[in-house]
């Protein structure tokens, strides 16, 4: 079993930066890769990044590339996205979440979830 509690979400003007962090309980979370998913208001859940058990490999979507990095400190059982340039589009409750798979991109691979982070940006 995994706990996972995000932190770092606010509101920032457009263009500026924010790092959300996932904190995870538990001895097993070097094993699991990491995901971070975001949704606004009356949209679907949107895969955002995600990275490998062992943080060699990482992937993104299509509209973060180039402006999100996700990374990993298994040390300290945390997850990071480092997010910059952003915009408006960019407002939703951010998730991170961990799945078994092999750095998964779709929700429904994810076996744990946190509660989720606001993020807002304004114009």
């Known amino acids: 079993q995994v706990q996972l509690v995000e932190s770092g979400g606010g509101l920032v003007q457009a263009g500026g930066s924010l790092r959300l962090s996932c904190a995870a309980s538990g001895r097993t979370f070097r094993r699991y890769a990491m995901g971070w998913f975001r949704q606004a208001p009356g949209k679907e859940r949107e895969f955002v990044a995600a990275i490998s058990w062992r943080g060699g490999s990482t992937y993104y979507g299509d509209s973060v590339k180039g402006r999100f990095t996700i990374s990993r400190d298994n040390a300290k059982n945390t997850v990071y996205l480092q997010m910059n340039s952003l915009t408006p589009e960019d407002t939703a409750v951010y998730y991170c979440?961990?799945?078994?798979?092999?750095?998964?991109?779709?929700?429904?691979?994810?076996?744990?979830w946190g509660q989720g982070t606001q993020v807002t940006v304004s114009s």
């Open positions: 979440a961990a799945s078994w798979q092999d750095a998964p991109t779709t929700p429904r691979a994810y076996d744990y």
